[in-house]
C-alpha cells in the first residue's frame, strides 16, 4: 500500500488548507480502512491529528483542532482529506497520513495502531 499525500503548503495565520492522501490499492480495500492524519512539529514528537473510520459517521479530533480542521474520505477515489481552517502559526508542521484495515466498529486513533504511512506534506502557517 502506498499513500500519497499532498496539498501542504504556506499560508497566512487564520487561512485555508486542504490536504489530500491517496492510495494505490483498490477500492475495496481501500474502503475497509480506517484513515487517519498525524502530524510533527519541529522539535517535537509526532501527534496524532483527526481519524476517520470506515463508516464516515465516525470521526475523532484532537482538542486543538476540533471545530477547525475536518477529515472527509471518498472511496470512490481512494482519498482522504483533511480541511484545515482557521490555521494557527502552532499548526505549522509536517503533517502524515496514515491507514489500516480494521474492523466497522473500530478507529485507531495512535500512531502505533496504524500500519501504512504517507511520506508527509509540510504545512507553515506564517504569523
Known amino acids: 500500500v502506498q499513500l500519497q499525500a499532498s496539498g501542504g503548503g504556506l499560508v497566512q495565520a487564520g487561512g485555508s488548507l486542504r490536504l489530500s492522501c491517496t492510495a494505490s490499492?483498490?477500492?475495496?480495500?481501500?474502503?475497509?480502512?480506517?484513515l487517519a492524519w498525524f502530524r510533527r512539529a519541529p522539535g517535537k514528537e509526532r501527534e496524532f491529528v483527526t481519524a476517520i473510520g470506515r463508516s464516515s459517521s465516525s470521526t475523532y479530533y484532537a482538542g486543538s483542532v476540533k471545530g477547525r480542521f475536518t477529515i472527509s474520505r471518498d472511496n470512490s477515489k481512494n482519498t482522504v482529506y483533511l480541511q484545515m481552517n482557521s490555521l494557527k502559526p502552532e499548526d505549522t508542521a509536517v503533517y502524515y497520513c496514515?491507514?489500516?484495515?480494521?474492523?466497522?466498529?473500530?478507529?485507531?486513533?495512535?500512531?502505533?495502531?496504524?500500519?501504512?504511512w504517507g511520506q508527509g506534506t509540510l504545512v507553515t502557517v506564517s504569523s
Open positions: 490499492v483498490r477500492t475495496y480495500t481501500f474502503s475497509r480502512f480506517s
Open positions: 496514515a491507514a489500516v484495515e480494521t474492523i466497522m466498529t473500530h478507529t485507531p486513533t495512535t500512531d502505533h495502531d496504524y500500519s501504512h
